[in-house]
């Protein structure tokens, strides 16, 4: 419940924090060279969350599920903890049954000698058993895992990569400036509610200190992309009343994802291995999307444009068709360390 609390606070946070990051260019002009920086920080920390923290978790969960399901000497169809005991206590058992004297030590009750026969005769896994388990049971199973840890991280890549070519070819379809606006609320919605699954994924693994460098890293991307909502809107000619209505919906959007997210997974899902491997595709699934919002999107429209034509939101109005071989600008030094510095941060 805790864990539970400490979500729902920095959901809160995070609704704050997006919401008065997109106020910002409505009461005045940040520096575009400071927005850079701070796009810089936040691509290179969304990578090095993935890979370092997100990556590493989400492997953790599924592998926990493998092993408190597949002990060595477990057998199918058996329950674990009676396997165990039998494991444990039926030598001690047979050792005590073949000194003892029933009538002293449990006098001529059928239950004292019914407890000792059955302890006698419970079945116990030879080495031999054992060994055949773990070289097919277990084996097997890894092999599974290793496979659902590749499928998680692609799909992710390719769920954010689908939403970007769809919002590519809506706002591409015609020349509606309308449209061209919802599109650029709609694609940054949906990415903020990616986000907000990796954040309830996250919070769902009990482990504060991941909670919050998740946190961190959707906070520095979040706060940019709603300045840069705002700004493309404004730029637009929409009302500043509307303006708020699109920055609210886009606001919440990550927040209501986690809180959903962190329902179904802890909540709905009684099972505690249900919701170990639920928690660890999910988290490797976000792994995958923050992978392609940092690498496709952020570093790519960082490189393809300069100080003055850069606009965050182009990443869900024009999509990021621009790659490395295309681009005709490098960081700047200052830049360059700032991506190290965020990519770096999770790690310590």
Partial sequence: MDNFYLLLYLSVAMFIGS???????????????????LSTFGAGLLV??????????GVEALYIVHTEKYLPGAVQNKDRNQIISNSLIQPVASNLAAKINYPTYFGNSVVGKGVVEQMQQSPVMDKKETDEYRHSEASVNFNAINQSIGYSLVFGFLFMFLIDQISKYLSSKDGDRTHLKLTATVGLVVHAAADGVAFGSASATNRAGVQFIVFLAIMLHKAPAAFGLVSFLLVEGIERFRIRRH?????VAAPVAAMVTYYLIVVVENDKSSTDSATGTLMLFS????????TVHILPELLGSNVKDYQLVNSATEGSSRGYSESRASLKLIELISVIVGAISPIF
């Fill in 247 to 251: 920055l609210i919906i886009f606001s």
């Fill in 48 to 57: 090095g969350t993935a890979l370092s923290v997100i990556v590493p978790e």
């Fill in 287 to 294: 792994a995958g999307t923050f992978l392609y919002v940092a």
């Fill in 19 to 37: 919401f008065v990051a997109g106020l910002v260019p409505l009461a005045f002009n940040m520096s575009e060279g400071r927005t850079r920086l």
